[in-house]
């Protein structure tokens, strides 16, 4: 079983980056599907990024161009480099780990981290 910490978080401005960090422990990441979500108040958590252990990546409409996800395999860590933050951007954000087959990310992660949270101010 995989161990998720998120980190990175914080308070930003429009039009800044933040780079979010989740350090997994207990097993590889290659080994599952990694995804980043978030949940804003009041909404429910989606799906913002994700990449599979083959390395296929994922990027909601409203964040491609703006987010890379990245993995480093060597740290065992996934990143999510956010660039040109916008207010609508704000909300807890979550990793997730997935080792079903096949790949579906319509689908709930098995494992989750317990959050950062993200704060852009106009």
């Known amino acids: 079983q995989v161990q998720l910490v998120e980190s990175g978080g914080g308070l930003a401005q429009a039009g800044d980056s933040l780079r979010l960090s989740c350090a997994a422990s207990?097993?590889?990441?290659?080994?599952?599907?990694m995804a980043w979500f978030r949940q804003a108040p009041g909404k429910e958590r989606v799906l913002v990024a994700g990449?599979?252990?083959?390395?296929?990546?994922y990027y909601t409409t409203s964040v491609n161009g703006r987010f890379t996800v990245s993995r480093d395999d060597a740290k065992n860590t996934l990143y999510l480099q956010m660039n040109n933050l916008k207010p609508e951007d704000t909300a807890v954000y979550y990793c997730?780990?997935?080792?079903?087959?096949?790949?579906?990310?319509?689908?709930?992660?098995?494992?989750w981290g317990q959050g950062t949270q993200v704060s852009v101010s106009s």
């Open positions: 990449m599979s252990g083959a390395g296929l990546i």
């Open positions: 207990g097993s590889t990441l290659r080994s599952y599907t």
């Open positions: 997730g780990a997935d080792s079903r087959s096949p790949l579906n990310w319509a689908i709930r992660p098995q494992y």
